[in-house]
């Protein structure tokens, strides 16, 4: 069955960065587009950035875009998300997902990132 695990979150200052990693399995993973999506207590769901099945095209979200980077490794089922010069709003419970005609149809369970000082 279609598994995704992330992993990678934690407790970081301002400025500081993260890697986020999401283990795939289950499906083809290089025939996907992958997404990173996130969500803060009591906010909808926000979408952050998605790439391309052989990792070529890539879309940010404005509010990341020039400090997250998104990146898969299809030999490892692997998708990424570099987080640079992070920010107390980008403090959120970060997901990664697979989307299929339209709407996500698998999500992960989820990993924290917390921004503070």
């Known amino acids: 069955q279609v598994q995704l695990v992330e992993s990678g979150g934690g407790l970081v200052q301002p400025g500081g960065s993260l890697r986020l990693s999401c283990v795939a399995s289950?499906?083809?993973?290089?025939?996907?587009?992958m997404y990173w999506v996130r969500q803060v207590p009591g906010k909808g769901l926000e979408w952050v950035s998605h790439?391309?099945?052989?990792?070529?095209?890539?879309y940010y979200a404005d509010s990341v875009k020039g400090r997250f980077t998104i990146s898969r490794d299809n030999t490892k089922n692997t998708l990424y998300l570099q987080m640079n010069s992070l920010k107390p709003e980008d403090t959120a419970l970060y997901y990664c997902?697979?989307?299929?005609?339209?709407?996500?149809?698998?999500w992960g369970q989820g990993t924290q990132v917390t921004v503070s000082s």
């Open positions: 289950g499906f083809t993973f290089r025939s996907y587009w």
């Open positions: 997902a697979r989307r299929e005609s339209g709407a996500y149809d698998y």
């Open positions: 790439i391309y099945g052989d990792g070529g095209i890539t």
